[in-house]
């Protein structure tokens, strides 16, 4: 009973002046991510002490006066960037610093293109096994394409990716010699991958937020969205939500505006 609204409200206002930087003085601010854990894990405690009968009932822990947060849209490669990137890895994989490094090089140049062109999520391409996998006619020229059984954070879903991620794929499986029940990627060369980025000076977009081999994903929606796919099956084919697309992708990409329908004059 002694924790209060007040009081967890002077705690978030301990949180933000307690810690000071050594060289300014200026209290170092917690990020907003962080104070949103920390009150999570609160709401979690107090809530076993309230069904315990310990606590006679939960306080209200909402933030006063709260105004909403700023939505950060994910970093992605722009076509131009995306190009570099790969003629980098490319280049580094017929070239590689040290002969013994030339099969991780390969086989980053292959993840880039790989995950560009089916738009999984890290955790899931390291899940994949061979057997996951199937090159099928599919589409409206029949082009040669990958069937995906993805296994994730959302369990059991599907994926049909675009013909780019074919090559790659039968590069892997042959360059390794994969059983079906081996993964694809055992190995995802982190590393390499930050070291090409920040050779390139892409480890940073416009808005300073860092690029990971997330954002290969992302990149992957960017663009299906600027070639004017559906939102609904890019959303079911990288099992998310429309809302999550149009929240954090689609407002972002100037192709999503029509400007025919922006520009309407009225007769004079």
Known sequence: SEITPGLVQEYRVHRTTSRLDKKTGIPKR?????MHHEIVTLRHVLKTANRH???????????PYRASGKI??????????????????GER?????RERWRSACEDLHDYVLFMVNSGLRPDEAKRIELRDIDIVADGPGAEKILHIAVRGKRGVGYCK???????PFTRMKKRHNHEPNQLLFPTIQRELFNTLLGELGLKHDREGNARTSYS???TYICFRLMEGADIYQIAKNCRTSVEMIEKYYASHIKNMLDASAINVRRAK
């Open 216 to 218: 290969l994903r992302h």
């Open 161 to 167: 990716t675009m013909p780019g991620a074919v090559l």
């Open 53 to 63: 009968g310990w606590l006679p009932y939960l306080p209200d822990l909402t933030t």
């Open 30 to 34: 917690p990020s907003r991510t962080t």
């Open 93 to 97: 994989a017929k070239h590689p610093l």
């Open 72 to 89: 950060a849209h994910r970093a992605w490669f722009s076509p131009d960037e995306y190009k570099q990137l790969y003629k980098a890895t």
